[in-house]
Structure formats: structure tokens, C-alpha cells
């Protein structure tokens, strides 16, 4: 037994295994409710945009009740990419949503084992990448709240931290290509995210210059010391360039276009930070599962909890090195520079749970960037990930207490989180359901006019009260005689001829947004916007007109692609550079 736990596959493979029961129930046929129910119909208006060449994905056809607006244009789209690839497979948009949700876990798990091994050891990577895995948080968002962006921003926190590490210690380029790919997974994941991690970063990143400083023997003077970094200075802020770089085309348009659409029905009433807080009751006593709301105050029909294990753990662990820490107080040089790095995620865990507590209330507003992140409880996002990490330090402990039946402990350890955890990896609410009974009826309203307000253009006063027609809404005179023949349409684009038997104004049932082109018989016309829905009006003569119209970019758009374009050549030739050695070498 014990050359098994030695064997360098082991602790990978029993990690695998022992994930299998957080997706489980993602492999059954069948459909759960979630408070976010939008992810079928954004799987399927990627699927449309990508099927007509709109890429990158901007415009969505069939939301704002069929009028469209341009949700991928400020929406991040990793899970709808991820879900394409199932698409394409040949899997439904059940099975797809359900198998992205699956690959999150799968990935998630093996991108904490990579970091935690990395600096804990095979044992360490596997508790921490369980922890992980089975966080009462993580199977919220999956199985609660359908929240697929935030949950596949969490993939990428241990590939952050992961790739920053081996770039300070080994000052490689390959690590900053994939700090790079790793942050820009994080922005094309979810905005709020990116910004609430990157303080953490820091933090981590700063703590091991600070351990190459104080490990360094020579005791060279700290600005000698912070001179000999900048080359790896300068490569970590390239590295934030670069990843800005290949997600361009999302994150430009949102920083500079989000002035012509209205965001603030997603930051007031229900959606206001002060509203969401959670207890302490809630988050480190409370065992309470359930699929309901968050509510203002104490009774909540979701829970927020932290889980036993994953506060217990690391402050058991955290008792122990502040005793060695007293024990060698006089030679702290003694004290693994693990224990001080278990130290420090252990408190930014704790700062992040400060930070759903209503105590943080002078924090949020502070710095009224954060409130943007809407739920304060989204911080338990970053909560899992550091006390999972934190968790995988326990191996310190036990080595120094029994060594010799460590790695049974660490099974028992493992069984018991389970056991502790699992329940929470089966939805409470589920059933049979078929893409057609998806897409279809007071299904299909429901997705198309869910969330109607958001990112609606600025032109408009209200959104869209009914669904909209087939090309043209209204005709003015109403008594004008019109006929609509030889319609197409596409995801950002329509074509039809109009016949017209006097002069009117006609309303087209598409919402306004810059820069929408429309060309009479192949004529650039100009339109104007009517101001109730935002939709495009045209003053037309008598006759027969054909009329296109086409979602175009605008400069900050068109930039943005070419930018990504470069950025994401450069990565791929990068990532094929070994392969291309082997070939020439072989010649």
C-alpha cells in the first residue's frame, strides 16, 4: 500500500475519482431549475452568431422578446464557448449547458491539484483540490444559482496563481504566456471577478518576492534586491497587457460602449450591495440548503455557508504554525516558508468573508467600484478558493503528528468532506426536459424576455411590452398598403423587400444600436429612432424597396477585434512553437 501512495499517478487519479459525485447527477438525463434558467438560450444565440460568421458574438437575436440586443457585446462568453464545443459534438443544449457544467468541475479540480501540488505535494494538491471541488459555494452557483460565468471564473484562480508563482521563482516566458491565457480566461469569464481577484494577486504575488528576498543568503539591500526584478516586474505587467490584449474584443466595448446602454436597473432595488449581506450565523454556523432567494436580512431562502471543514481546517492549521512560530520566535529563518504562505491565503480568506459581512459596509463605499460585483456573497467565490488552498496545507500538520499513518488520515480526511458535502451536488428541484419544450411556448418567452432591461440601448424609454413582429412592426398612415416578399435573416441581419403603396413611415421590429447600417437597393439610407422601444424608423416614398439591414462595429469595436486577432495569433504560434521545433528537427 504504501509504494501505491508513492506511485506519482495515485493521489492524480483517486483526485479524479473522488470528483465524480460533484457531476454525477450532470450525467443523468434530465434538467434542474436554477435562478439564472438563461443559459439554453445563450448556448443557442452563440450557436446562431457563430453559425452566420458573427464573430465575435455581439448581437442576440431572439432576446428583448425578438427585437435583439447585444448582450455578448458586454456579456463575457467562456461557458457559451466551451458549450459550442459540445454543440458541435453533436450533444443538445440540455446535454451541452449540463456537460459545461461538468467540464467546470472537471477542470477546476485539476487546476488546484496542479497548484497546490506544486507547493504541498501530491497529498496537499489532492486534499486542497477536493476542498475545492466539493465547496458548499461551488455547488451553489452550479446547482442553485446556474451562475456558469462566476463558477468558470473560479477554473482560473489556481491557473493564476499557479502561472505567477513559476514566473517569479523561474522568470520563464512560457509562465507568462500562461498567466496571460489564465488571467484572460478570468475577464472572458466574468468582469467582476477579474476585478475583485486581482488585490489577491497581489498579495500572492508579493509574498514570494518577499520570500526570495528573505531566503536569499547574500542579504543584499531590498532596493538592490527589488533592482535584480524588474525584468520579472516588467513581465508580470505584460503579462496583464497581453491578457488584455486577447480579450479585446469583449473588454474594450465594455469600457467604452457600456455609456450607450442602461446598467442601473442591475445595481438598484434588489440588486443594491447593502441588501445581500450575510451572517455569521449563515456563513461559518448555519447547515441550511436551500434553492430559493437571497432576501434582504437573516432569512434567506439560499445558503451562504463557508462549510465545517472548510473553516475548521484551515484554523486548526493556522493554531498550529502560530505555535511554531512562538516556539521559534527567536530564529523565525526555521519557520517553512509554507506555513507563512498557509498564514497569509488563511487571512485573505478571512478578509473576503469580512467582505459579505455588513461590518464591510464602510468598504463598499469607499471604493464604489466593488459595488458593481452587486452580491457582497459573491465573494465566497474567492473565500473557496483560498480556504480550499489553505486546507491543502494540513499535510504540514499531520506530518509533523503521525507521519506514518498520514495518508490514511488524509482518506479519512477526504471521506468526511465528502460525506459532509455531497448532498449539495444534487439540485432540489429537477426533472425531464427536451430542447423543443425548451424552445418553445411560455418557455420560450420566459428566456427571451428575461432579463429585458439589461444592456437595453439608451434610446429606448421602456422595453419591448410584446414580442416582435416579422421585419416591419408598424406602417404610418395606417391605412398605407404594404407588402413584405423574399425575407432572409440572420443573426445580425435582415433582407426583405417592402412594397409600398404611398409614402410612410415605417418602423422596422429591430431595436437601434450603434452602428446599425441600413442600405435601400443597395443605397446607404439614414433612419431615425423611435423613442418608446428604441426600435429603427424609416421614411420611405411609394414602391418597391429592398432593405438591408446590418449590425455593423463601430472603430472601438473593429480595433478591438484586430487587437485579439494579433494577440491570440501570437499565443497560438507560441503554444505550437515546440511542435514546430520537432519538425524542423526531424528535417
Known amino acids: 500500500m504504501k509504494n501505491l501512495f508513492k506511485n506519482k499517478f495515485f493521489w492524480p487519479i483517486l483526485t479524479f475519482i473522488l470528483t465524480i459525485p460533484a457531476f454525477f447527477f450532470l450525467l443523468k438525463p434530465g434538467y434542474f431549475n436554477m435562478h439564472d434558467d438563461m443559459q439554453m438560450i445563450r448556448q443557442l444565440e452563440m450557436e446562431k452568431c457563430l453559425k452566420d460568421g458573427q464573430i465575435p458574438c455581439r448581437w442576440t437575436p431572439d432576446l428583448g422578446y425578438g427585437y435583439g440586443y447585444p448582450l455578448f457585446n458586454f456579456y463575457p462568453p467562456m461557458p457559451y464557448i466551451v458549450g459550442q464545443v459540445y454543440r458541435t459534438l453533436g450533444f443538445s443544449f440540455v446535454n451541452s449547458v449540463k456537460a459545461t457544467a461538468a467540464t467546470q468541475i472537471i477542470l477546476s479540480a485539476a487546476f488546484m491539484f496542479l497548484l497546490a501540488a506544486s507547493i504541498f505535494g501530491p497529498v496537499g494538491g489532492f486534499i486542497a483540490s477536493l476542498f475545492y471541488t466539493y465547496s458548499p459555494y461551488h455547488a451553489l452557483n452550479i446547482y442553485v444559482r446556474g451562475a456558469m460565468n462566476e463558477a468558470w471564473a473560479a477554473v482560473f484562480f489556481p491557473l493564476v496563481f499557479y502561472f505567477s508563482r513559476r514566473l517569479v521563482v523561474e522568470k520563464k516566458a512560457r509562465f507568462l504566456i500562461g498567466l496571460s491565457g489564465s488571467f484572460a480566461g478570468i475577464l472572458l469569464s466574468h468582469n ?35 533592482k535584480n526584478q524588474t525584468s520579472t516586474i516588467l513581465k508580470l505587467v505584460l503579462s496583464g497587457v497581453f491578457a488584455a490584449t486577447l480579450t479585446a474584443f469583449y473588454t474594450f466595448p465594455v469600457l467604452l460602449e457600456t455609456k450607450y446602454v442602461q446598467i442601473n ?38 445558503s451562504f455557508m463557508i462549510g465545517y471543514l472548510h473553516w475548521i481546517i484551515p484554523f486548526t492549521l493556522v493554531g498550529f504554525i502560530i505555535f511554531s512560530i512562538f516556539k521559534f520566535r527567536k530564529s523565525l529563518q526555521k519557520i517553512d516558508a509554507k506555513y507563512w504562505l498557509v498564514l497569509l491565503t488563511t487571512s485573505m480568506a478571512l478578509f473576503t468573508v469580512f467582505m459579505v459581512h455588513n461590518k464591510s459596509t464602510f468598504i463598499w463605499l469607499l471604493f464604489p467600484t466593488i459595488q458593481k460585483i452587486q452580491f457582497p ?21 499531520i506530518d509533523k ?3 506514518k499513518i498520514k495518508h490514511y488520515l488524509i482518506l479519512i480526511l477526504a471521506a468526511l468532506l465528502i460525506t459532509l458535502n455531497v448532498s449539495y451536488y444534487t439540485p432540489i428541484h429537477y426533472g425531464p426536459i427536451t430542447d423543443e419544450q425548451k424552445f418553445s411556448g411560455k418557455a420560450w418567452i420566459n428566456q427571451v424576455t428575461s432579463g429585458i432591461y439589461d444592456y437595453l440601448p439608451k434610446t429606448a424609454k421602456i422595453a419591448a411590452q410584446g414580442p416582435a413582429k416579422d421585419f416591419v412592426d408598424e406602417v404610418s398612415p395606417s391605412e398605407t398598403n404594404f407588402t413584405i416578399t423574399n425575407t432572409q435573416k440572420g443573426s445580425d441581419w435582415s ?56 449590425f455593423t462595429n463601430t472603430p472601438v469595436r473593429t480595433i478591438s477585434n484586430y487587437v485579439s486577432l494579433v494577440a491570440w495569433l501570437i499565443f497560438g504560434l507560441y503554444l505550437l512553437r515546440p511542435l514546430w521545433n520537432k519538425l524542423t528537427f526531424k528535417k
Open 192 to 226: 467582476p471577478m477579474a476585478l475583485t481577484f486581482t488585490p489577491i494577486l497581489f498579495l500572492w504575488v508579493l509574498f514570494w518576492f518577499l520570500n526570495q528576498y528573505f531566503s536569499n543568503k547574500t542579504k543584499m539591500p531590498l532596493w538592490q534586491f527589488v
Open 265 to 302: 436597473t442591475m445595481f438598484e432595488g434588489y440588486y443594491h450591495f447593502s441588501v445581500h449581506f450575510a451572517t455569521l450565523y449563515q456563513l461559518f454556523i448555519s447547515n441550511f440548503w436551500g434553492d430559493g432567494a437571497s432576501v434582504w436580512g437573516p432569512n434567506d431562502d439560499m
Open 377 to 397: 456573497w459573491r465573494f465566497l467565490n474567492h473565500s473557496s478558493f483560498l480556504f480550499s488552498f489553505s486546507a491543502g496545507g494540513i499535510i504540514l500538520l
Open 401 to 403: 503528528i503521525s507521519p
Open 495 to 550: 433582407l426583405f423587400t417592402l412594397n409600398l403603396n404611398q409614402p410612410a413611415k415605417v418602423t422596422l421590429a429591430q431595436l437601434a444600436f450603434p452602428d446599425f447600417l441600413v442600405t435601400d437597393n443597395g443605397q446607404k439610407i439614414n433612419y431615425q429612432i423611435e423613442p418608446q422601444i428604441g426600435r429603427i424608423t424609416l421614411d420611405l416614398s411609394a414602391g418597391n424597396h429592398q432593405l438591408f439591414v446590418k
